[in-house]
T-cell receptor
Framework: SQTIHQWPATLVQPVGSPLSLECTVE??????LYWYRQAAGRGLQLLFY??????ISSEVPQNLSASRPQDRQFILSSKKLLLSDSGFYLC?????????????FGSGTRLTVV | TQLLEQSPQFLSIQEGENLTVYCNSS?????LQWYRQEPGEGPVLLVT?????EVKKLKRLTFQFGDARKDSSLHITAAQPGDTGLYLC?????????FGTGTSLTVIP
C-alpha cells in the first residue's frame, strides 16, 4: 500500500506572501494525486487532481495553483496568499490501501493566513 | 455537482450505545467509501462498497450500500470513545470521488 508524506504540518503566513506545500508518495508508481481543502470539521473540497507528470486539472477557480514535476511529487502553490486561503490542506493518492480501494491521505497542513 | 448529504451532522452519545449515520444522494455511484478522521489528521479509509445492497462488517461497524447505489449507511454497535471522530462518505463516478458533508461523532465515556 502507498504512503503519503506531506509537509509542513502547520504554517502561519502573512497575507500577500507566497505558498508552497509539498506532497510525496511512496509505495506506488504513476498514481492519481489530489489536493483537497477542508473547512473545520466539514467535508472536503477538491482543488486539483493530476493523473500524471505535468497534468493538472483544476476544480475550483482560485488563488492557488498546482504542479507535478515528478511522478510521485505534487506541489500546491500560491503567489500571494489571501485570508480566505486559510484552512486544512490534504494531499491524497488513489489506490489500494491496507483495507480497500480508495484514497490514502497525508496528515495534512494547517495553514493560517494572518 | 454530485452532492452527498450526511446525517446527522453532529452526534453525541454515551459509551455502549448504538448509532447509525446516513449518506444520501440523488446520483448513482459506482462505489462508495467511508472514512474516519481524527482532529489534525487526514481521513483514513474504513471500507469500500461497490455492489447495490452490499453489506460489509468491520468488527463493530456495519456498512451498507443502497440497492440503487445512491445511498449508504454506517451502523456502529456498542460505541466506544475510540470511535470518536469525523465520519465522511465519498462516492465514486469512476472518474472522481465526491465527499459528503461529514458527521462528527463524540462518544462519551
Amino acid at each position: 500500500s502507498q504512503t503519503i508524506h506531506q509537509w509542513p504540518a502547520t504554517l502561519v503566513q502573512p497575507v500577500g506572501s507566497p505558498l508552497s506545500l509539498e506532497c510525496t508518495v511512496e509505495g506506488t508508481s504513476n498514481p492519481n494525486l489530489y489536493w483537497y481543502r477542508q473547512a473545520a470539521g466539514r467535508g472536503l473540497q477538491l482543488l486539483f487532481y493530476s493523473v500524471g507528470i505535468g497534468q493538472i486539472s483544476s476544480e475550483v477557480p482560485q488563488n492557488l495553483s498546482a504542479s507535478r514535476p515528478q511522478d510521485r511529487q505534487f506541489i500546491l502553490s500560491s503567489k500571494k496568499l489571501l485570508l480566505s486561503d486559510s484552512g486544512f490542506y490534504l494531499c491524497a493518492c488513489e489506490g489500494w490501501g491496507n483495507m480497500d480501494y480508495g484514497y490514502t491521505f497525508g496528515s495534512g497542513t494547517r495553514l493560517t493566513v494572518v | 455537482t454530485q452532492l452527498l448529504e450526511q446525517s446527522p451532522q453532529f452526534l453525541s452519545i454515551q459509551e455502549g450505545e448504538n448509532l447509525t449515520v446516513y449518506c444520501n444522494s440523488s446520483s448513482v455511484f459506482s462505489s462508495l467509501q467511508w472514512y474516519r478522521q481524527e482532529p489534525g489528521e487526514g481521513p483514513v479509509l474504513l471500507v469500500t462498497v461497490v455492489t447495490g445492497g452490499e453489506v460489509k462488517k468491520l468488527k463493530r461497524l456495519t456498512f451498507q450500500f443502497g440497492d440503487a447505489r445512491k445511498d449508504s449507511s454506517l451502523h456502529i454497535t456498542a460505541a466506544q470513545p475510540g470511535d470518536t471522530g469525523l465520519y465522511l462518505c465519498a462516492g465514486s463516478t469512476g472518474n472522481q470521488f465526491y465527499f459528503g458533508t461529514g458527521t462528527s461523532l463524540t462518544v462519551i465515556p
